[in-house]
């Protein structure tokens, strides 16, 4: 490479490298703080709405979780939000870095002649205020998206969690046709948003022309009108700064989709924010230290005082009425009634989850509104029908009764729930993983965890919904003896359905559709001809003596032809096949990985006629740029003719071959 003779030359070079080296740098450092500020203000902003949103549906009254199905609400409030914090990150930036570049295009147009400049100001107005009411147009497009988007989610997540009742009752193509229902929902909102944002992005396009015809038009105008007002350069300055800003805000076009569909997204997250602020939920205080509120101990005689309830879901039913029963201090009471009689409701009031329409709970002489939630909640252990674990350890498990319990304390709990035993037999113990909602355990074994994590906590108050219900009967033998072994010396209320379980009560009440109608111990209920307790139990009784020669026979059979269909039970089965499929995928993943474009390519064969048009489209907006370029040459020719300085031309034959 020669070197530069001329002095003056290579000054202006080297100051030249020098300015665009040091521009490098700066650029480089800029970039690296707008990504790196940006996404972390993002992220933690993303984070503390998630945190609020959990913490806030956490503090929903039991009835918005009646209301809401949590399929929807989890897609509505979590994954959203990744798109709220997209918006709010570095697309934020980008808007940013677009609106800079149109400042300082119009500066630059300005500094070129302020006379044009002047008068293409028309177009800052229209394009922000177009590009708003764009965006808002697209925030409600993209509401409805996603609101659509949930409802298909719903039905995945419902069909998925209970997988094995949908395919025992050959409902798979019953809940693909929903799914794919849902999902043309989807299309529809997403063909719409995509239909708007063409609009707008067609829209730019226009203004983008618009301002070169208006520019050349008025600038040309000018020239003739008075000459050595404006040279052509200076209308080309002109015109290309604002073109450039133009451009620049079609990218904040792009950007603006983005935050409108934060917008979208972020929207039912505040609604829903704000509801629970402004609801009156009855969840308050349940973020307080547990262990402060330990020193409380509730304990005493429970007593409902002629409590009458309505669900707030279902204004018209009233589920409980009068309801007046006193559970003695350290005494086990009973309630038994058919189905939908109230029993669990009784339940959700005393734990209040729901506030009773009239009349009162009153515990140890106080009311139930007295005591808070959380000192209230734990004082008492509840065991329902269906035993709800975590996908954890057993260990875990137990702990959520007591976050700081020892492993010492935890197992003493396990001891008491008659779990210990088995537990001791799995291969990992304690430690043993126990997989979505207890999946790899019996029945009978998770409801002696229930048992135990209700225990661990050392409860004043122990409620049984239906523990046994669900189990055989050798289960169910074992389950009792853990239950019979924790009532001892606690207040007790046990629901249940077979009632030879809970002979031994010191009092019995019975219920039928929300009204007490007798009460007694189970000898003094026995006695009452005609009375619906009696019958209930020969009813049982009779079944019972059937339903026990069956688990005897199924107990004789030897272990072979022990029916195997039951998967619950039989966790290793499952496992077995998934591994052998996960073999099958690593397999064909090889094949599919090669096959992957074409396989794509064939799927959009349906999809060819738009395909066909928008690459038409597309095709047209390529040749629009060099169609400007013939235009532009034309009008300089024009000028050409027109004595301009012959230096003036060759700076703007430059700028265009550029
Ligand atoms: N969350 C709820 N929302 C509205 N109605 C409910 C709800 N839970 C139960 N019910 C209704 O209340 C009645 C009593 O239910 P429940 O107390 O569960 O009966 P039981 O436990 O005696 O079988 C039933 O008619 C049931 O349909
Ligand atoms: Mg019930």
Redesign the pocket.
Known sequence: MSQPTNDLYGNVVWSSIQYLFVVGILQAFCVLIQYYAFDTSGRRQTNRIRNNLFRAMLQCN??YF?ENQTGRLNSKLFENIEIVGKGIGLDLAQILRSLGKLASSICVAFYGSWQIALIMTYTIPLVIVTGKLFSKAITKETFNEFNAYSKAGHIAQEVFSSVRTVLSFNGAKFAHQQYTQKLEGCQRSSIKKGFVYGLFRGWMYFNLYLTYAVGFLCGLLLMNAKKNLVSLVDILVVVLAFARGIAAFRLVGIFIQSSAEACGAATPAWDFLDNVEAGKSIETGIFEDNNKEKKTSINGNIRFDKVTFT????PD?C??QNMSLLARAGETTA?V????????????LLLRF?ESTSGQIVINGQSLSNYSVAELRQNIGVVNQEPTLFDTTIYENIRFGKKDASKIEIEEAARLANAHDFIMRLPEKYETVVGERGAQLSGGEKQRIVLARALVKQPQLLLF??VTSALDRKNEKIVQEALDQACKDRTTIV?AHRLRTIQNANQIYV?DN?TLIEQGTHETLMVIDGGKYQAMFRAQQTKETVYDNDDEMVNKLPEKQLPTTNIDEHPETIFADAKLESLNYVESSVTSQRSIIWRLISMNKLQWIPILIGGLACTCIGAVEPTFAVALSFIINESDNNDFSSSHIDYVRDCLSV
Do not use: C, N
């Not at 669900?311 to 279902?314: D, F, S």
């Not at 009634?337 to 959700?348: E, P």
């Open positions: 039991v009835t009646d669900y707030p879901t279902r039913v589920v409980l309630i009634g058919a189905s939908g009689s109230g029993k669990s409701t009784l339940i959700s729901y919904d239906e629901i219920l929300g």
